[in-house]
Nanobody, 126 residues
Framework: QVQLVESGGGSVQAGGSLRLSCDASKYGYSINCVGWFRQAPGKEREGLAAIYTGRGTTYYADSVKGRFTISRDNVKNTVYLQMNNLKPEDTAMYYC???????????????????WGQGTQVTVSS
């Protein structure tokens, strides 16, 4: 049973923007951190951004810092990833993940997260 649902992916031209959503309203476990990851064909899954749902502390990978912004709406149990100035190399499947006890020093590491969504495709054309 899928408990995290991503949406908002699509096709855009370079320089464009997209906002991804991660709906965790049906997640049955406690969450202390939600992360966004992506995986391009033939590449490893890459951590992009993470947010602690309590204090709102955020972490970003250098590859997206200044272009992507992670935020949360605790009332809606939704975490967003605003992506601006998209580049063709941002093309990938994007996933959100949730974990009950993510160490801050490892907030962008895939093995810190217990549950994953099915992903949403982002395609950026030049």
């Amino acid at each position: 049973q899928v408990q995290l649902v991503e949406s908002g992916g699509g096709s855009v031209q370079a320089g464009g923007s997209l906002r991804l959503s991660c709906d965790a309203s049906k997640y049955g476990y406690s969450i202390n951190c939600v992360g966004w990851f992506r995986q391009a064909p033939g590449k490893e899954r890459e951590g992009l951004a993470a947010i602690y749902t309590g204090r709102g502390t955020t972490y970003y990978a250098d590859s997206v810092k200044g272009r992507f912004t992670i935020s949360r709406d605790n009332v809606k149990n939704t975490v967003y990833l605003q992506m601006n100035n998209l580049k063709p190399e941002d093309t990938a499947m994007y996933y959100c993940a949730a974990g009950p006890a993510v160490w801050p020093q490892r907030a962008l590491e895939t093995d810190e997260y217990r549950s994953w969504g099915q992903g949403t495709q982002v395609t950026v054309s030049s």
